[in-house]
C-alpha cells in the first residue's frame, strides 16, 4: 500500500514561514507528478501548487511569489515552502501524488492512481 505523511504545519504570525514536507511510502514503482492542496473552512479544496516528475512547476496566482515547490525524488518527498504568510493562507494543506503502484499489473499498463495525505492544519494569525 501507498502512503502520504505531511509534516510542518502550524502556528504562525502573518509575514511568517512555514516549510511542509510530504513523504511517499509503500509499493511505489514510480512517482509522477505531486501537489498541495488547502481546504479552508467553508471553503472548496483548491490547487496551491503542483510539480511534475521532471520538476515543471504550476502555482496558484494568490501564492506565486510567497511559496515555492520542490521535490527530493530519492527522498520520495514533496515540500512546500511558504513565506510571507498571510491570514487567507490559513486551512488544512493536504498532500496529493499521482502514482503507479509496483504491482505487475501497474507496471506494465502504466495505471496510476491518485493518493491523498491526511492534511496538515497551518494557521495565519494576524
Known amino acids: 500500500q501507498v502512503q502520504l505523511v505531511e509534516s510542518g504545519g502550524g502556528l504562525v504570525q502573518a509575514g511568517g514561514s512555514l516549510r511542509l514536507s510530504c513523504a511517499a511510502s509503500?509499493?511505489?514503482?514510480?512517482?509522477?507528478?505531486m501537489g498541495w492542496y488547502r481546504q479552508a473552512p467553508g471553503r472548496q479544496r483548491e490547487l496551491v501548487a503542483a510539480?511534475?516528475?521532471?520538476?515543471?512547476?504550476n502555482y496558484a496566482d494568490s501564492v506565486k511569489g510567497r511559496f515555492t515547490i520542490s521535490r527530493d525524488n530519492a527522498k520520495k518527498t514533496v515540500y512546500l515552502q511558504m513565506n510571507s504568510l498571510k491570514s487567507e493562507d490559513t486551512g488544512v494543506y493536504y498532500c496529493n501524488a499521482d502514482i503507479i503502484n509496483a504491482d505487475i499489473i501497474s507496471r506494465v499498463t502504466l495505471r496510476s492512481s491518485d493518493y491523498w495525505g491526511q492534511g496538515t492544519q497551518v494557521t495565519v494569525s494576524s
Open positions: 509503500g509499493t511505489i514503482f514510480r512517482l509522477n507528478a
Open positions: 510539480i511534475t516528475s521532471n520538476g515543471s512547476t
